[in-house]
């Protein structure tokens, strides 16, 4: 859609180059085109990388990175993750930038694909006009049609132009594999065919019998038993999955051993009893602690299994390395991750790349790399050379040669000698690069340096006869006709190379798809000594040849619900015999980039992209799969889960652990706080994502009053947000008091929407970050899964405009989806505080919002501030519906009356209430531990001096201390407990300032 968004701009002929470039013109003319376009496209020919061939590129530097230093491009780049991220699809598009008179005289544009290959900052910021990138093209032929059009194009006077358009949508990489993986792949050699995609005749018989999932393969062979000791605690229990009997008992047994509650454990068991599993839990049930526990049993009975790895596989690299560190934590360690997007250390050591480095190799493997390794140097070599000589005015014998042994007869002259007056061929030897090389000297008068030859009297040199006439001796020609000549050559020659060229560069491709092979057969050996292999979905979809090799029986899929159909059916294999999804269908959805392909729109719902095959296979209208329930939820207070208990989960039970203390500093645990301040105007391109000034505001002061409360640890407070434009501004703001956790996506694309907008983005602002005040930041799609004690969420969408008028045309967005919300309302443990406008929230047309304003309302949750209360003077409750009131009245966390608090100093502090923390300056000078080192006990002594002088100076000298401080002490110290101590005593200091 953006490429055919750029092309119909471009056709039209209505905007100059410079408008061209401008991302938001191109998105402002359609609400679903997202297209970053580069102008002054330049080539510089072809580089060989160790495993692909790319063409090294330059661009105009974006308006974002021109006419500024070095290191603010190195910056902006650097944000800008998504721009020409590595494995991107784009486009360059070759147009004639003087074009006719009329619209429909203009001519078609020629468009060629490519695939970012390496991206390199430097090489992107290096200089202040040009950016230069590694380009892969889609097809080899490719490289000529480039290498054909730039000649003409890189010459002077040339009216062509080349862009390079990046469709920003979404991300090639993820979706190509998968749909290459599902081409290769016949309908018939899917396993779980019954169920996945059954036949008319087999839907019938389901019809009447009822819908049963038989057990897996492996687990109808005689005698087989699932061994659940490992889960009993010492007791011994053999599981027959063919006897209903004793699956019933091994449900029983299981919730007798207390590791698992009654609905986990039926899960479990029902999972282990049937080749295609679906266990759906709502927020909070413990599915992930299921699916480790169901690991372990398969792991346990691993031998018994033919003793194969097993497959796990989730949508996101942070969901997968979450549940291969849970696999870690229960001692199973025989892991290997696949990928390269893992941030986790504990994971470093199971990375695939380090496994294979330890791997044996056959001679045979050697061998075959040693002689891969080889042709692709001498291919590499071919390539270059090839090209140089396409890029030179000048013909080479090496060249010419093959072109005139078969037409002209000019070729014998070159070939036969002309020796020096008195030699012999004995003495003397010439051959045709010697000769056709002096013959071009001659072109331009220039001077050989050779052997002399026999001299020519040219009666001819002269003469300029046309081409027609030039079939003689070639040695008899003059200057000006030997440069005829050369130069009718040269279009045929140049043909000649470019299907060389041509065929050097398919050669090329096939020793690439060699390599690849040899290093699969690898990768190979080393995933089939792992227990455990773990992938994202789309690497599994991207490796599918390497998973059908390696032949795993069984596959578990942690969020089934958030991926997409096609990934699951990529990644199965002939070998599979028991698959395994664990999700939540009423949770978030899978993303994709296209509206029109979704459930939400008129014509996507033929398609239904976004529907999991988990949500498909368990809300069939025909013949839905049986579904294992998971009921009793450990996270969420009972007023937090009574909202999406009375909307979506009727079933859902508290567990016996969710009554947690009250919100410190707060008279209500669950709190929406409505107002009526309109939301941020959008650019001029209308594209700006939703924001909301005063709710970030209000955000910030909320948060300032919690942590002086006491909420101060990392996953105390999580602030989240429905729009990467709110979540700009909140970072913008919360980055300058707190240190922000946010999410790897969210990153990334709020770096790139930050980059668009031209804003200025958190790392450029001078900032004053507590020391130890950690935020988690993160936009609702990017924290299921996740949870913290207290949730702050800014709902953004208002019905109010500047004027103060309201609008009966107002929407909340995205936020209808039920998906959504659902997983907005169900992050909080302790405590969760809503800021938006209630009214617009309860008109909604879809979706749950209005009961649950309506259950707020009733349970009088629902104001236009919220209420406060001092934890020293209880009795005090204010009501704060302004940031500003904040500073007002608990300027200090506590209320407006005076502190009373009695210093060390021996005065009794001025300032208004405030809260008392553990670690106070007289907590640590009162201290003598004797058992410390002398340098621990200089280190007392240096914190009483500091106080003393920092009590008369700024906040700043706090972060002065530290730093003297942690140079002081020596690496055998117990630097924790000084620095907690001095933590706490810093927040102190910044109260009594």
């Known amino acids: 859609n953006g490429l055919r968004a750029f092309l119909d701009t471009l056709a039209r002929k209505q905007k100059s180059q410079g408008d061209l470039l401008r991302q938001g013109t191109n998105r402002g003319q359609n609400d679903d085109v997202h297209v970053d376009v580069y102008g002054s496209v330049r080539f510089f020919g072809l580089d060989c990388g160790k495993r692909a061939i790319y063409s090294t590129v330059s661009f105009a530097q974006p308006y974002q990175g021109n006419r500024v230093t070095k290191a603010k491009r190195v910056e902006f780049w650097e944000q800008s993750q998504k ?64 290498l054909n059009a730039t000649s003409s194009y890189q010459s002077k006077g040339s009216h062509e132009q080349w862009y390079l358009v990046e469709p920003s949508g979404g991300f090639f990489e993820s979706y190509r594999s998968a749909l290459g993986a599902l081409q290769n792949r016949l309908p018939t050699a899917f396993p779980f065919g019954k169920y996945l995609a059954p036949t008319e005749e087999e839907t019938e018989t389901m019809l009447a019998t009822g819908v049963r999932v038989d057990p897996p393969m492996y687990a109808r062979s005689p005698n087989f038993r699932f061994d659940l000791s490992i889960l009993l605690k010492g007791r011994g229990f053999k599981l027959d999955v063919t006897n209903p009997v004793s699956i019933a008992k091994g449900i029983k047994v299981l919730q007798e051993s207390k590791v698992l509650d009654i609905t986990q454990s039926k899960a479990l068991v029902e999972a282990l009893s049937r080749e295609v599993a679906l266990v759906n839990g709502p927020p909070g049930t413990g599915k992930t602690r299921t699916g480790v526990e169901l690991m372990r049993v398969l792991l346990h009975n691993k031998q018994a299994m033919d003793n194969r790895p097993i497959l796990c596989i989730c949508y996101t690299n942070h969901a997968l390395d979450q549940f291969l ?33 330890t791997t044996r190799k056959s001679f045979q493997m050697r061998k075959a790399n040693r002689e891969s390794n080889q042709k692709w140097k001498f291919l590499s070599g071919a390539i270059k050379e090839l090209q140089t000589a396409l890029r030179s005015d000048v013909l080479s014998w090496k060249n010419m040669e093959p072109y005139l042994a078969n037409g002209p007869d000019q070729w014998k002259q070159f070939n036969q000698p002309r020796l020096p007056s008195g030699s012999s061929s004995d003495e003397y030897k010439d051959d045709g690069f010697t000769r056709f090389r002096q013959w071009l000297v001659d072109i331009d008068g220039g001077e050989w340096r050779g052997e002399d030859l026999e001299p020519h009297t040219h009666e001819t040199r002269g003469t300029d006869r046309p081409l027609e006439l030039l079939n003689g001796d070639v040695w008899e020609m003059s ?63 991207k490796h ?82 049986p579904m294992s329930q998971l009921t009793i939820q450990r996270r969420m207070r009972p007023e937090i889960s009574s909202l999406i208990r009375n909307t979506l989960y009727p079933g859902l039970e508290d567990g016996e652990n969710v009554n947690y203390p009250h919100v410190n500093g707060m008279n209500t645990d669950l709190y929406f706080m409505d107002h009526a301040h309109p939301q941020d105007s959008k650019d001029e391109f209308g594209v700006q994502s939703f924001a909301n000034t005063f709710e970030v505001k209000m955000v910030e002061a909320l948060v300032h009053y919690l942590i002086m409360n006491g909420y101060n640890c990392p996953g105390d407070i999580a602030v989240l947000t429905p729009y990467l434009g709110q979540l700009s501004k909140l970072r913008r703001c919360l980055s300058d008091s707190f240190m922000l956790v946010m999410n790897e996506q969210d990153q990334e694309q709020l770096d790139m929407h930050d980059a668009r907008n031209e804003s200025e983005t958190a790392s450029s602002v001078s900032k004053n970050i507590s020391l130890q005040s950690q935020i988690t930041l993160q936009t609702i799609d990017n924290y299921q899964g996740e949870e913290a004690k207290i949730v702050i969420i800014s709902l953004v969408r208002s019905d109010v405009h500047d004027d103060g008028t309201v609008t009966s045309f107002a929407s909340i967005g995205f936020l209808k989806s039920p998906n959504r919300t659902n997983v907005l309302l169900s992050r909080a443990q302790h405590g969760m505080y809503l800021i938006g406008n209630a009214n617009l929230m309860e008109k909604a047309k879809h979706g749950i919002w209005p009961q649950i304003v309506r259950e707020l309302r009733e349970s009088d949750r629902v104001g236009e501030g919220f209420p406060i209360v001092c934890k020293n ?56 531990n004797t058992s410390m080192s002398s340098v621990l006990s200089d280190a007392y002594a240096f914190i009483h001096t500091a106080i003393m002088s920092v009590l008369k100076h700024v906040q700043k000298n706090v972060e002065t201390v530290w730093r003297f401080l942690s140079r002081l002490l020596s690496p055998d110290v117990t630097k924790s407990r000084i620095r907690q101590s001095f933590n706490a005593w810093s927040r102190s200091l910044r109260t009594c300032h």
């Open 83 to 146: 721009r020409l991220m590595q494995g991107s699809l784009v486009f360059f598009v070759r147009c004639n930038i003087v074009g006719p008179s009329s619209a429909q005289d203009w001519p078609a544009a020629q468009v060629v694909p490519g695939i970012v290959a390496y991206r390199n900052i430097n090489s992107l910021a290096k200089d202040g006009r040009y950016s230069r990138i590694h380009i892969s093209l889609t097809d080899p032929k490719s490289y000529v049609t480039i």
């Open 325 to 357: 560190e849970h696999l870690l934590d229960k001692e199973i360690t025989n892991i290997i991750r696949v990928g390269s997007r893992s941030k986790s250390e504990r994971l470093g050591l199971c990375n695939l790349r380090v496994r294979q480095k």
């Open 479 to 541: 200057s000006p006709e030997r440069k005829t000549l050369s130069d009718s050559w040269k279009p045929v020659v140049r043909e000649f190379m470019m299907n060389n060229l041509a065929e050097l560069l398919e050669e090329a491709k096939k020793t690439i798809d060699a390599k690849d092979t040899l290093f699969d057969e690898i990768r190979q050996k080393t995933l089939c000594q792992a227990s455990v292999i773990g992938m994202t979905t789309s690497g599994a979809a």
């Open 544 to 625: 599918q040849a390497l998973i059908s090799a390696v032949a795993p029986k069984i596959i578990i899929c942690e969020e089934a619900g958030e991926v997409v159909e096609s990934h699951i059916l990529a990644a199965l294999s002939d070998s599979t015999q028991h698959l395994i999804l664990i999700g939540d269908h009423l949770q978030l959805r899978p993303q994709i980039q296209t509206y029109n392909l979704s459930s939400d729109s008129a014509v996507g719902r033929h398609h239904n992209l976004d529907i999991s095959l988990f949500e498909r296979l368990v809300t069939a209208k025909k013949n839905p799969l």
């Open 873 to 928: 003077h209880p009795d005090i409750v204010n009501v704060v519906n302004t940031p500003e009131m904040f500073k007002k009245i608990a300027p200090n966390g506590g209320c407006d009356r005076p502190c009373g608090y009695n210093m060390s100093c021996g005065h009794i502090c001025p300032l208004m209430c405030k809260l008392e923390e553990p670690g106070l300056p007289s907590a640590i000078l009162g201290t003598k």
